[in-house]
């Protein structure tokens, strides 16, 4: 069983809509991350969060909001999907040391 | 600015061939460089290195970190069709009060039967 999960694994949408992004994880972390990978650019972070409570902006936030519903959860939105934000996304996890991150499968979002 | 490069973009060798390759750094408060391996989608773990001049080996592949000159490389030798895949590296910087991973473009690896 894996244990970082994302659904949808791929999705279509049309400009203007509003998507959201989900992520589980079974490893016990308290730490989570959302990527966003595009060709030629590597990842990029979006958001983070430390634990429940925490939710913290990373390097590409702008058009992106998130949610961190449980220790175990962490959602992301698009709240009005633009076409450069095609791409395939990432959630991460890690443990508060030593830090080493497990990447989910990935979400391949397309907006048209 | 915070970044990591690295080098080449995009390499193809023959199956048995050794390759190394590189990953530069300029990071604020620079913790440690971490390796992955990305095949179909998801980013593999490989190495983290903190320490510069102390090699990490995991069966052909290895790594070592310079601190001073701010690089780090990765070897694999007697590749095989099955490292073809494209390489991250990252370094991991405290960044505004936290640790972050600031990640390379990734070397796409092709290795050739």
């Known amino acids: 069983d894996a244990d970082v999960t994302q659904t949808p694994r791929n999705r279509i949408t049309k400009t203007g809509k509003r998507i959201m992004l989900e992520c589980s994880q079974t490893?016990?972390?308290?730490?989570m991350y959302w990527y966003r990978q595009d060709p030629g650019l590597g990842l990029r972070l979006i958001y983070y969060?430390?634990?429940?409570?925490?939710?913290n902006k990373g390097e590409i936030s702008d058009g992106y909001s998130v949610s961190r519903q449980a220790q175990a959860k962490f959602s992301l939105s698009l709240e009005s999907a633009i076409p450069n934000q095609t791409a395939l996304y990432f959630c991460?996890?890690?443990?508060?040391?030593?830090?080493?991150?497990?990447f989910g499968p990935g979400t391949r979002l397309t907006v048209l | 600015e915070d970044k990591v490069v690295q080098s080449p973009l995009s390499l193809v060798v023959h199956e048995g061939d050794t390759v190394t390759l590189n990953c530069s750094y300029e990071?604020?408060?620079?913790?440690?460089l971490l390796w992955y391996k990305q095949e179909k989608k998801a980013p593999t773990f490989l190495f983290m290195l903190?320490?510069?001049?102390i090699e990490k080996k995991s069966g052909r592949l290895s790594s070592i970190l310079d601190k001073k000159e701010l690089f780090s490389i990765l070897n694999i030798t007697a590749t095989q069709t099955g490292d073809s895949a494209v390489y991250l590296c990252?370094?991991?910087?405290?960044?505004?009060?936290?640790?972050?991973?600031?990640f390379g473009q990734g070397t796409r690896l092709t290795i050739n039967p």
């Open positions: 991460a996890t890690s443990a508060s040391a030593p830090h080493e991150q497990f």
């Open positions: 490893k016990g972390h308290d730490r």
């Open positions: 969060s430390f634990d429940v409570k925490d939710i």
């Open positions: 990071v604020t408060n620079f913790r440690s």
């Open positions: 903190t320490s510069s001049g």
């Open positions: 990252a370094a991991k910087a405290l960044i505004q009060g936290a640790q972050k991973l600031v």
